[in-house]
């Protein structure tokens, strides 16, 4: 390649950051690839998972700074407002035209606001949606230091915040805003929370920890209309106090810059193939613009490398198969996971055996413990779970399920993960079998004790001095003590009362 | 009495017998050789007794206790050995002829092709005195710059990573002691209750933190203790670190004054390490390590809430394709809790053979000069140039390491004579089968060791040499601790030092009888004088100080004062770090993937490592009966659901097959494995070697292979496939 491929990306979130990033891993002198990153924001692509972490008070605002930043220009406030395909240009607010090769959108999505009365003030800017008094998203930087200057005040005067949406990003904020010891109900429609992910059984246990933990819930009601001051009105007439309002209603992918240029777009976001490129050969796109599912950070990363690959040409026949999909709620004392599609219609009680071709299901409840736990496989492969409260069999299942590999036989284990017996075994004297090994430094067998004994050594020490028991790390000293003292108490020959008489060997 | 007092009584006091150290690891066990009043079992006529001493305290494993048995083992070499051609057998030769032979055809291929077609491959196993004179030999009597060690294989990671880190790598910079007091020690990586047994007894199993994708004994001791087994992904372990870091990080540890200060006063870069760390959150780093979130949080409090504590690493840690950042993320997370330089705390690692420490100090490196000098270093080969009597731009420059040289063997550019001791890398390489093919492909190889070893066998010269109860000289223990390594016994007729060997042939090289004494002593003498200055200061290490039994641990400058009884530095950095401005660094790093993942056609990790009975290559435990009586040949750790897929059971044949290669081993069922990870030791040749399936993908800054992690297949050894077998069933 004569010159470097020129890619210009508007977008500078955790995904048009982490392309960067994986470019000049790749080359690092950008002899391949010149990328210029565009980000309407202030301040670079800094990581929105960790804003529930910032809200607690955990992180700062440094520990979200965007990924390694290399020499290639990055600019930040910078909103691009246009692309001619024709010419291959952007064009930027402050009315420049900028040339590329390549063009990536990494534009992600925006907070979907409900139509909800009393969000919006007149005159508001829609970018976060909602600047209507006391309310807020929580999708930018601003908008956390916005949330965490309402949290505050909210706390100054005993009042509450309320949280609407109880899917994963408002049970993240809402336990962080508890961390940071503020009271917060979540309002959400459905009968229970994270009903995208969890069936109704487990979504109840997760209602049971989300209350020990502080975090209050009002399901299956709607709102109706944020009065400022005042608090959350209901559906069901009640008004829910609250000093602020959370929005964590869901997002949409932001394809206004794609539309506007004629690029296919489908309901979801762009449209693009598997190599992440879009209706036009010029033009990529990636992350929540293009994904279907917005709020996962893994398949925008993954994007981020293959398209990195064929960029700088690494790889040139990369291509992006889907990521599996796993959720890992981020809430202080809550463990859940799920992964894949643990919905079944059937789950196996019809009478359908597995080899039907029809799932096999596994389902532990244990509400007064806060455990749930679903297994869901297809063969010998897991296709879906729900584990909540099982935090090492979470572990383990979600790497068998992100390599699909095949699951262990031993189901129970795999949805309980729970420890296994230690393979030395705990016994001494007679349960112990013959080849127990019970000095590991210096390969000395119980047998190999017992033997020694009525070879005539009949002391602790005398069966170090004969096996050379003990005389490695010494951690065995307990045991081979407890072993003579139980051969002394069973052997016919030695009498408890006189010592042994053996010559020193 | 103190401790040192008593070291020094028992070093002394052994008037009837000879004080030494085990030849084997380096925790360098003490022990004593009394001539056997009465002939007994075959121990070379010496009865060997543990001794006490701060590293093993009075212990021995069963290879320590045995290893006298070799002394007089039938399969002892006493006789050079040259093969008259390829393909024709060894034979028996006088040392002149032999000596004669290697010299004639050195010379004569170095006249031919330049001087580094003629390389040398030497062992962290050999002295102090041994190392040295090796370095000396390639530099000077060759003219090669093609000299590397089987170091490379074990210590270069953490080298890199504790230079990077804090301008000086000394594998532990506190006496072993230290750690008996420590109320946290992480082990990465490492498995000492098989590898260094006796070291066990330093640690409280409640305390330990062992982190390692197998349940290994180790580990097992920790759980039984209540102590933590945190069980990554093979290849996994940077993140893992980067996740205790991130979990320190918010949950407040490390705002405490002191640890603060720390960072302030005693580090720099904890800005740019502190971004890296908030990347990995728990439940990330649980997704890609498998460790849980839980247990990642429970590890980091147990850590953090130490007051003393340590950070050790091994080769799990070590050897991979990413193994220096590997180091450097779990050094990182040490000096962000404040303990690196912090007296009763501490990040080490674990050095593997036994003069592991010294033999990476003396110049038998690639890029080495002796005292830990650069060999690129203009003032480090003007100072060497003037101890060894010849001109500085006569000394050549860095060459290849390890594999990268025993990858060019016998090729157009590479060596086409190889000169190896006390190494046998026909089994410790990784893809041995190319390595063997390397040796294989050379005009001559020259071998000088005790057994036929797997490379003697492929050798046209073997030298017969001493073991080391028949030979004086130093070791460097894990510690930095110099150790005298005394005679107990006459070698048998027809055997000479290896000291004695590099002179025979760098006197028919053309040097000077005094530039290659023979005599330990003088070559030490020489050693002390060339590593003055160094970072590796020996100079103060005189042989009465020694020999008095005092603790001697470097850098120990000319002049260095005893304190009761120990003399040098026994603890490195409580003033200030290597570096010029006395800082130690925080290096950013970042998770990567190994050189090779498992994919459909070899869907498991294999990770390879040591068991107990067997020592490296197991050229001298393998000869041991009761050793091989207990673990008789190899073997490979299976999850029984996995081993069941492939249609094996407890005990059954297996093959294991990588891109490299294949070997075979017998399946043991252990249901405590990760399902997608086998396990092999490397101990064993031929079919059963497990580096025939290991990957030289190399450390871009260490040049270390990843023997840690290899992508394989397992099926049965007779070929009958999964299918058939449950069609049977």
């Known amino acids: 390649m004569n010159r470097a491929l020129n890619v210009v990306v508007v977008g500078n979130g955790m995904v048009g950051a982490r392309l960067h990033e994986e470019t000049l891993r790749r080359d690092p002198t950008s002899r391949r690839v010149r990328m210029t990153v565009l980000g309407a924001e202030p301040v670079g692509g800094y990581n929105r998972v960790l804003l529930p972490g910032l809200l607690s008070g955990s992180l700062t605002e440094a520990d979200l700074a965007p990924e390694r930043c290399g020499a290639s220009p990055l600019a930040t406030g910078t909103t691009v407002v246009g692309i001619d395909r024709a010419a291959r240009t952007v064009a930027t607010a402050d009315g420049r035209q900028l040339p590329y090769d390549r063009l990536v959108l990494a534009t992600g999505a925006r907070t979907a606001v409900p139509p909800l009365p009393g969000l919006r003030e007149d005159g508001a800017d829609g970018d976060s949606g909602a600047s209507a008094r006391g309310v807020t998203a929580l999708r930018t930087l601003a908008d956390a230091r916005r949330l965490r200057r309402l949290a505050d005040r909210a706390r100054a005067v005993g009042a509450r915040i309320a949280v609407l949406g109880g899917g994963v990003l408002g049970l993240e904020a809402a336990r962080a805003l508890v961390a940071r010891g503020v009271a917060v109900t979540v309002v959400h429609p459905a009968p229970h929370v994270m009903d995208r992910q969890l069936d109704a059984p487990a979504?109840?246990?997760?209602?049971?920890?989300?209350?020990?933990?502080?975090?209050?819930?009002?399901?299956?009601?709607?709102?109706?209309?944020?009065?400022?001051?005042?608090?959350?009105?209901?559906?069901?007439?009640?008004?829910?106090?609250?000093?602020?309002?959370?929005?964590?209603?869901?997002?949409?992918?932001?394809?206004?810059?794609?539309?506007?240029?004629?690029?296919?777009?489908?309901?979801?976001?762009?449209?693009?193939?598997?190599?992440?490129?879009?209706?036009?050969?010029?033009?990529?796109?990636?992350?929540?613009?293009?994904?279907?599912?917005?709020?996962?950070?893994?398949?925008?990363?993954?994007?981020?490398?293959?398209?990195?690959?064929?960029?700088?040409?690494?790889?040139?026949?990369?291509?992006?198969?889907?990521?599996?999909?796993?959720?890992?709620?981020?809430?202080?004392?809550?463990?859940?996971?799920?992964?894949?599609?643990?919905?079944?219609?059937?789950?196996?009680?019809?009478?359908?055996?597995?080899?039907?071709?029809?799932?096999?299901?596994?389902?532990?409840?244990?509400?007064?413990?806060?455990?749930?736990?679903?297994?869901?496989?297809?063969?010998?492969?897991?296709?879906?779970?729900?584990?909540?409260?099982?935090?090492?069999?979470?572990?383990?299942?979600?790497?068998?399920?992100?390599?699909?590999?095949?699951?262990?036989?031993?189901?129970?284990?795999?949805?309980?993960?729970?420890?296994?017996?230690?393979?030395?075994?705990?016994?001494?004297?007679?349960?112990?079998?013959?080849?127990?090994?019970?000095?590991?430094?210096?390969?000395?067998?119980?047998?190999?004790?017992?033997?020694?004994?009525?070879?005539?050594?009949?002391?602790?020490?005398?069966?170090?001095?004969?096996?050379?028991?003990?005389?490695?790390?010494?951690?065995?000293?307990?045991?081979?003590?407890?072993?003579?003292?139980?051969?002394?108490?069973?052997?016919?020959?030695?009498?408890?009362?006189?010592?042994?008489?053996?010559?020193?060997? | 009495m103190t401790r040192a007092a008593a070291d020094l009584l028992a070093a002394t006091a052994s008037a009837s017998g000879?004080?030494?150290?085990?030849?084997?690891?380096?925790?360098?066990?003490?022990?004593?050789?009394?001539?056997?009043?009465?002939?007994?079992?075959?121990?070379?006529?010496?009865?060997?007794?543990?001794?006490?001493?701060?590293?093993?305290?009075?212990?021995?494993?069963?290879?320590?206790?045995?290893?006298?048995?070799?002394?007089?083992?039938?399969?002892?070499?006493?006789?050079?050995?040259?093969?008259?051609?390829?393909?024709?057998?060894l034979r028996a030769a006088g040392w002149d002829e032999a000596l004669d032979l290697v010299a004639q055809r050195f010379g004569a291929l170095r006249q031919a092709r330049g001087a580094d077609a003629v390389a040398v491959f030497g062992s962290g196993g050999l002295t102090n005195e041994k190392a040295y004179a090796?370095?000396?030999?390639?530099?000077?009597?060759?003219?090669?710059?093609?000299?590397?060690?089987?170091?490379?294989?074990?210590?270069?990671?953490?080298?890199?990573?504790?230079?990077?880190?804090?301008?000086?790598?000394?594998?532990?910079?506190?006496?072993?002691?230290?750690?008996?007091?420590?109320?946290?020690?992480?082990?990465?990586?490492?498995?000492?209750?098989?590898?260094?047994?006796?070291?066990?007894?330093?640690?409280?199993?409640?305390?330990?933190?062992?982190?390692?994708?197998?349940?290994?004994?180790?580990?097992?001791?920790a759980l039984d203790g209540g102590g933590i087994h945190l069980q990554p992904a093979p290849g996994t372990d940077l993140a893992l670190a980067l996740g205790l870091l991130h979990v320190a990080l918010v949950e407040g540890h490390l705002d405490t004054p002191q640890r603060t200060a720390y960072r302030r006063e005693r580090t720099v870069g904890w800005e740019g390490v502190r971004q890296c760390a908030a990347r990995w959150w728990p439940e990330r780093t649980e997704r890609l390590t498998g460790v849980a979130a839980a247990e990642l949080r429970r590890a980091a409090a147990a850590l953090a809430r130490a007051r003393r504590a340590h950070i050790l690493t091994g080769r799990g840690a070590e050897q991979h394709s990413k193994g220096v950042d590997t180091v450097s993320a779990w050094i990182d997370l040490a000096l962000a809790l404040g303990l690196p330089g912090t007296p009763g705390s501490g990040y080490g690692c674990l050095t593997g053979q036994g003069n592991g420490q010294g033999g990476r100090e003396h110049g038998q490196k690639a890029d080495q000069l002796p005292g830990y000098r650069h060999i690129e270093d203009p003032a480090a080969r003007a100072h060497i140039a003037r101890i060894w009597g010849v001109t500085p731009e006569s000394l050549p420059g860095a060459g290849r390491s390890a594999w990268e040289l025993l990858d060019a063997l016998g090729t157009p550019e590479g060596p086409a004579a190889l000169l190896v001791m006390g190494s046998n890398p026909a089994v410790s390489a990784p893809r041995a089968r190319r390595a063997v093919q390397r040796l294989h492909a050379l005009e001559l190889l020259v071998v000088a060791d005790f057994f036929r070893s797997e490379t003697a066998e492929l050798a046209d010269v073997v030298l017969p040499v001493t073991m080391w109860a028949e030979e004086s000289g130093t070791m460097t223990n894990l510690e930095g601790r110099v150790l005298r390594r005394r005679a107990a016994r006459t070698p048998p007729p027809g055997v000479r030092t290896d000291l004695d060997v590099l002179r025979g042939l760098a006197l028919r090289l053309g040097r000077s009888a005094h530039e290659f004494p023979a005599d330990p002593g003088a070559v030490f003498d020489e050693l002390r004088r060339a590593s003055a200055g160094g970072t590796a200061d020996y100079a103060g290490a005189a042989p009465e100080h020694l020999d008095a039994g005092e603790a001697v641990y470097w850098p120990v400058p000319e002049g260095a004062d005893s304190e009761a009884g120990t003399r040098g530095t026994p603890r490195l950095f409580l003033d200030r770090f290597a570096h010029p401005d006395g800082r130690a660094r925080f290096l950013p790093v970042e998770h990567r993937d190994a050189a090779e993942l498992p994919d459909a056609e070899y869907p498991l990790y294999a990770t390879t490592g040591r068991q107990l009975q067997h020592y490296q290559s197991g050229a001298q435990t393998r000869r041991v009966p009761e050793l091989l009586a207990a673990a008789p040949e190899p073997y490979v750790e299976v999850h029984p659901d996995t081993a069941r897929r492939a249609g094996l059971g407890d005990g059954d044949t297996a093959r294991i097959v990588s891109r490299r290669g294949a070997t075979l081993a017998r399946t043991r069922c252990v249901p405590s494995l990760r399902p997608d990870t086998v396990f092999l030791p490397f101990h064993f040749p031929g079919d059963g070697a497990a580096n025939a399936l290991t990957n030289p993908a190399l450390d871009p800054v260490s040049r270390m292979p990843e023997f840690k992690l290899s992508a394989v297949r397992l099926e049965r050894a007779d070929g009958r496939g999964t299918a058939s077998r449950e069609e049977a069933a």
């Open chain 2, 134 to 221: 090796l370095g000396k030999f390639a530099r000077i009597a060759l003219g090669t710059s093609q000299i590397d060690y089987n170091g490379r294989f074990c210590m270069s990671s953490a080298a890199a990573a504790g230079n990077r880190a804090f301008g000086l790598d000394r594998g532990l910079p506190f006496p072993v002691t230290d750690l008996d007091d420590s109320e946290a020690v992480v082990l990465v990586g490492a498995n000492p209750a098989e590898t260094m047994p006796p070291l066990m007894g330093h640690f409280d199993p409640a305390r330990l933190i062992v982190v390692d994708p197998r349940r290994t004994a180790t580990a097992q001791a």
């Open chain 1, 203 to 505: 979504g109840r246990v997760l209602g049971r920890a989300l209350h020990r933990t502080g975090v209050e819930q009002r399901l299956g009601v709607t709102a109706v209309r944020w009065e400022p001051g005042k608090g959350l009105h209901l559906d069901d007439g009640s008004v829910l106090p609250a000093a602020g309002l959370l929005l964590c209603t869901g997002a949409r992918a932001d394809t206004a810059l794609a539309e506007e240029c004629g690029l296919d777009v489908g309901p979801a976001g762009i449209a693009v193939d598997d190599t992440l490129t879009t209706s036009d050969p010029d033009i990529h796109a990636l992350g929540d613009c293009a994904d279907a599912e917005p709020g996962l950070i893994q398949p925008g990363w993954e994007q981020a490398g293959v398209l990195a690959a064929r960029l700088t040409g690494e790889d040139p026949y990369a291509r992006y198969l889907g990521t599996p999909r796993v959720t890992r709620l981020k809430a202080a004392g809550i463990e859940l996971a799920c992964l894949g599609d643990p919905f079944v219609t059937d789950d196996g009680l019809a009478g359908h055996a597995p080899a039907d071709g029809g799932p096999e299901v596994l389902r532990l409840e244990d509400p007064t413990r806060e455990r749930y736990a679903k297994l869901v496989l297809h063969g010998d492969r897991v296709t879906g779970a729900i584990l909540l409260g099982v935090p090492d069999a979470a572990a383990g299942l979600v790497q068998l399920y992100d390599k699909g590999a095949p699951a262990p036989s031993d189901r129970l284990a795999l949805m309980l993960g729970r420890a296994l017996p230690p393979e030395g075994g705990g016994e001494t004297g007679e349960a112990l079998p013959d080849h127990a090994m019970v000095c590991r430094c210096n390969s000395v067998t119980k047998g190999a004790l017992r033997s020694a004994w009525y070879d005539g050594a009949r002391s602790a020490r005398e069966l170090a001095d004969a096996t050379r028991a003990t005389t490695g790390c010494g951690g065995c000293r307990g045991a081979v003590e407890k072993l003579a003292a139980w051969l002394a108490e069973t052997d016919p020959l030695s009498s408890r009362d006189t010592p042994a008489t053996t010559a020193p060997r």
């Open chain 2, 18 to 89: 000879t004080a030494t150290h085990c030849p084997y690891c380096a925790l360098q066990c003490a022990m004593t050789l009394t001539p056997q009043a009465a002939p007994g079992p075959a121990a070379g006529g010496l009865t060997l007794a543990p001794r006490e001493f701060p590293t093993n305290r009075g212990g021995l494993c069963q290879k320590g206790w045995t290893s006298a048995q070799l002394l007089d083992s039938p399969e002892r070499l006493t006789t050079p050995l040259v093969r008259d051609a390829k393909g024709a057998p």
